[in-house]
């Protein structure tokens, strides 16, 4: 399977602990973004980097979450002290800087659950 | 800060008829446009793209785009149950997607 994978697929957590997601772009491509959805939203932007330099970060992003892409591949999300409002999809997409279509790939999300 | 509009619906249309879906945009800055379909518990994945002014017609699916009226819409002719889905408008400058809420539509048989 060479389209973006997200691990893990489901996460259920307590308040207060600490996560991580991991996204593995599809090989090709310099971008990686981390996108957050809730139930009847669209996925709203948190981050994203071009090859290993973070290039944005949305507001929505407190200093709780940290993102990184240490060698230009794969990235990890991590949240610490998670609170309930974290319950959400998290997306991870990729894309080619210059692609002549701008598409977004996305994975299949990781879906977490604060309890 | 940029907004994405669209009505949530549903918007329920019998099998074979025309679902017009419609989204307008804050951002006079935006270059390319885009249409996501999502179904229920899915990710996005890309229906059509749009940069120029005018109609863009693949298959079924016919994206128009007017920038004067910062107004983008996905028409889509035969529809099918399949089409059942969540329709996500979004919209970029330079390099990050702004999405909308999307709109549910539903196609009865």
């Known amino acids: 399977d060479t389209g973006v994978s997200q691990d893990p697929r489901h996460k259920i957590t307590k308040r207060g602990q600490n996560v991580t997601f991991r996204c593995d772009p599809i090989?090709?491509?310099?971008?990686l973004y981390w996108y957050r959805q809730t139930l009847g939203q669209g996925p709203e932007f948190l981050t994203y980097?071009?090859?290993?330099?973070?290039?944005?970060k949305s507001r929505l992003l407190s200093d709780r979450f940290s993102a990184e892409r240490p060698k230009g591949s794969f990235s990890t999300l991590e949240i610490q002290r998670t609170e309930q409002g974290d319950s959400a999809m998290y997306l991870c997409?990729?894309?080619?800087?210059?692609?002549?279509?701008?598409?977004?790939?996305f994975g299949e999300g990781s879906r977490l659950t604060v309890l | 800060q940029k907004e994405v509009e669209q009505n949530s619906g549903p918007l329920s249309v019998p099998e074979g008829a025309i679902a017009s879906l419609n989204c307008t945009y804050s951002d006079r800055g935006s270059q390319s446009f885009f249409w996501y379909r999502q179904y229920s518990g899915k990710s996005p994945e890309l229906i059509m793209f749009?940069?120029?002014?005018g109609d863009k017609e693949d298959g079924r699916f016919t994206a128009q785009l007017n920038k004067a009226s910062q107004y983008v819409s996905l028409l889509i002719r035969d529809s099918q149950p399949s089409d059942s889905a969540t329709y996500l408008c979004a919209v970029t400058g330079y390099s990050t997607l702004t999405f909308g809420k999307g709109t549910m539509l539903l196609v009865s048989p």
């Open positions: 749009i940069y120029s002014n």
């Open positions: 997409a990729s894309s080619l800087v210059l692609s002549n279509t701008g598409e977004l790939f």
């Open positions: 980097f071009q090859n290993e330099a973070q290039l944005e």
């Open positions: 090989s090709e491509h310099n971008r």
